[in-house]
């Protein structure tokens, strides 16, 4: 974030001839009602040429995008769908997107899945070229009956990450150490490579948790990383194993697993 803050101070001036409404618009998509009756709803965000935003696990120097769906009504829970991002290298810094534009799925669970939903979205998301600037959006849609199929939102249903078992991972193990300012973790996974180049992201269940770029090399089939996780009080700390997703970016095709066991 620091990192993030000082590209867009060093181009501050031209940013300020840039309005969010040049470089973005987004609308949400009704979608349809499922068959275990949540709906199925989307997230459609355009972006002008060139521009990008975020993945959920940016990079050193994203911005990961927030949502809040507290103004809704009739509404449980929102799971976000992640379509497999970009990986984008500038000035030696690794962040993880969307170019041009993507559309978000957006799995609706209803509190009565009877009545009509009413779906209030307020989102800060960060877009950028070779200027940064932050992003705020406020949009509502009207989920009522049995809806439409949507091709843009089944399209990114496709793109999401192939689980371990479909992208013919045999076996993951995970090494941690404590290190200075929190733990170094070491994953070594069976997998088949899903394209020439290769990124790994791990994510944890505390958000506050700080993840290092990941180092990765191959050696056949086997693909290891490694990363320093480094939370708030700066101490080695107690890692939730289960709850740890590491994901395999390759071109055009990614592996998305939960769960980083001991060797």
Not at 26 to 39: D, K, R, S, T, Y
Not at 175 to 181: H, N, R, Y
């Amino acid at each position: 974030m620091i990192k993030a803050l000082l590209i867009s101070l060093t181009v501050a001036a031209p940013a300020l001839a840039t309005t969010q409404d040049e470089v973005l618009s987004a609308e949400l998509l009704p979608g349809w009602q499922m068959q275990n009756g949540h709906h199925m709803a989307g997230l459609s965000l355009q972006l002008a040429p060139d521009w990008k935003t975020y993945w959920r696990a940016p990079g050193e120097a994203g911005i990961p995008p927030l949502f809040d769906w507290s103004g809704s009504t009739n509404v449980q829970s929102v799971r976000v769908h992640w379509p497999s991002p970009v990986v984008f290298h500038l000035n030696g810094m690794q962040t993880i997107g969307y170019h041009d534009g993507v559309v978000l799925p957006l799995e609706v669970t209803p509190v009565d899945p009877a009545r009509p939903v009413s779906l209030r979205a307020a989102v800060d998301l960060g877009v950028c070229n070779k200027i940064c600037m932050p992003a705020a959006l406020q949009m509502q849609a009207e989920l009522s009956g049995a809806g439409q199929p949507d091709a843009a939102i089944r399209a990114a249903l496709q793109a999401e990450p192939r689980s371990g078992k479909e992208a013919g991972l045999k076996t993951i193990s995970c090494a941690v150490e404590p290190i200075a300012d929190g733990l170094r973790l070491t994953a070594k996974l069976d997998l088949p490579a899903p394209g020439p180049e290769e990124t790994v992201v791990f994510e944890t269940a505390d958000a506050s948790v700080w993840v290092a770029e990941a180092q990765t090399t191959r050696h056949g089939g086997t693909l290891t990383s490694v990363t320093d996780l480094v939370a708030n009080n700066g101490a080695p700390f107690a890692l939730d194993r289960s709850a740890v997703k590491v994901t395999v970016l390759g071109q055009g095709k990614s592996v998305e697993i939960s769960g980083c066991p001991a060797p």
